[in-house]
């Protein structure tokens, strides 16, 4: 078994930056591709972000491009999610994930290991 842990989140004002992180623990040998996912109030959880095993490839929803980079240190088993240039839209549950084999990266259900989600609120 994985157990993920987000950290980082909080209250900050638009324009401004956050990093968010996510710590692996248990079987981290069975890790493959990782991704940021996040949910709004009222709305479903939609994919943010995705970094291959070898962290070699990023993926990004066209919303976030430009201003989030995920990044991942294999040695420490972290992943990460750099927040540039917030905006109130932003503003969500984000949720680290892991998948033990590729599929379609988009979709929650390629994702076996699920943290339990840190809140970020982007508010003047």
């Known amino acids: 078994q994985v157990q993920l842990t987000e950290a980082g989140g909080g209250l900050v004002q638009p324009g401004n930056s956050l990093r968010l992180s996510c710590e692996a623990y248990?079987?981290?040998?069975?890790?493959?591709?990782m991704a940021w996912f996040r949910q709004a109030p009222g709305s479903e959880r939609i994919w943010v972000a995705t970094?291959?095993?070898?962290?070699?490839?990023?993926y990004y929803v066209d919303s976030v491009k430009d201003r989030f980079t995920i990044s991942r240190d294999k040695v420490k088993n972290m992943l990460y999610l750099q927040m540039n240039s917030l905006k109130p839209e932003d503003t969500a549950v984000y949720y680290c994930a892991a998948a033990s084999s590729w599929g379609d990266m988009k979709k929650n259900s390629t994702y076996g290991y699920w943290g339990r989600g840190t809140q970020v609120i982007v508010s003047s």
């Open positions: 970094i291959t095993r070898n962290g070699d490839k990023t």
């Open positions: 248990g079987r981290t040998g069975d890790i493959g591709a």
